[in-house]
């Protein structure tokens, strides 16, 4: 029964992504027709603003489909090697530590590409997460305890507080700089509307490394999620299977915040709705949530671009609506099981 849920959860996933990545590339300000869209990707001859329309969709759509599927298996990551369900790179502060570290760049030392922005958005990402998982492991009296010990509360706390004072730093370095103001804007609610193919071609390198890591790991976090006891009888490395765990997340938050600014939620929703019908195994769940990640993704966009007509709802606006009441039922229900 368990195995048929599973792959009919696959297939719906499946037929999603087929139909939301068309839809992804007609629907706008200015809708296309299927048959012009149809027409323009195998290469007959269209009018020539709908080409323009349909190129710049395309890219898009892809930006759209790598940052979702980043975001999705790092929230995967993020919750199995904490042990917490609502570890995610938005929640825990993760996102908005990049952002802080791009719009120092810009401002500081007059960073302005792509290939600039993500070392400085790794930096950021890495950074943020070490404290946040800091601050939640330290217990007054008690000193460090360990990070399988700090619950989702202490977690989310820790993450907001790290994620309110970054924030803070943010408009204090970009409100007296109109510039920067300018450069910066679009990472504050995150979109995938001003991507390029060359930012695409940077990011991408990371994107694959945080994602074959992630899967290289799937046997060592399923034997960790027996408990860190079992886990080194077993054979397995726990410090470094956390650390490389984090590492991949890291990599996948950061090359994404680096091209779409910092997109909320999608880490913290997705693994929870696959686990539903997959179960806790990580060789369903990460690759599962990586395909509903993008399609959550360009779901949240298309849902953005359609009631914000004549103009568009940044997609970073639409998963907050959508995962903020997600987020205050996950923490409930952590908290009552406890």
Excluded at 96 to 113: C, E, K, P, R, Y
Aim: charged share 10%.
């Amino acid at each position: 029964m368990k195995r048929n849920k599973h792959w009919g959860f696959l297939v719906v996933s499946l037929v999603l992504l087929v139909l939301v990545i068309p839809l992804s590339v007609m629907i706008g300000a200015r809708n296309v027709p299927f048959a012009d869209m149809l027409g323009a990707v195998q290469g007959k001859e269209v009018d020539a603003i709908v080409s323009a329309i349909i190129q710049k969709r395309i890219l898009r759509t892809v930006l759209g489909l790598l940052a979702g599927c980043a975001l999705g298996t790092a929230g995967c990551l993020m919750q199995s090697i904490t042990r917490n369900p609502i570890a995610d790179p938005a929640i825990l502060g993760v996102n908005t530590g990049a952002s802080l570290f791009v719009v120092s760049g810009i401002a500081f030392f007059n960073i302005h590409t792509t290939s600039q922005y993500i070392w400085f958005a790794l930096s950021g990402a890495a950074i943020t997460s070490f404290l946040v998982f800091g601050l939640a492991s330290f217990s007054p009296g008690k000193g460090m305890v360990s990070s399988k010990n700090s619950d989702p509360i202490r977690l989310a706390l820790a993450g907001a507080a790290i994620s309110t004072a970054c924030s803070s730093l943010i408009s204090t370095v970009m409100l007296p700089r109109t510039n920067v103001m300018q450069v910066f804007r679009f990472w504050q609610t995150g979109s995938i509307g001003s991507g390029t193919w060359d930012g695409i071609r940077m990011v991408l390198p990371f994107m694959a490394v945080g994602l074959i890591l992630a899967v290289i790991l799937i046997p060592s976090l399923n034997v960790l999620a027996l408990g860190d006891d079992i886990a080194m009888g077993l054979g397995v490395n726990v410090l470094r299977t956390r650390g490389l765990g984090a590492l991949a997340a890291v990599l996948l938050c950061g090359a994404t915040t680096a091209i779409a600014g910092p997109i909320g939620f999608i880490g913290l929703m997705v693994p929870h709705l696959v686990s539903q019908f997959c179960g806790t195994d990580l060789k369903r769940q990460i690759p599962l949530s990586a395909l509903n990640g993008a399609n959550l993704l360009l779901l949240a966009d298309l849902v953005g671009r359609y009631i914000g007509r004549p103009g568009e709802l940044e997609v970073g606006i639409v998963t907050a609506f959508i995962g903020a009441p997600v987020f205050i039922m996950i923490v409930g229900k952590a908290k009552v099981g406890k």
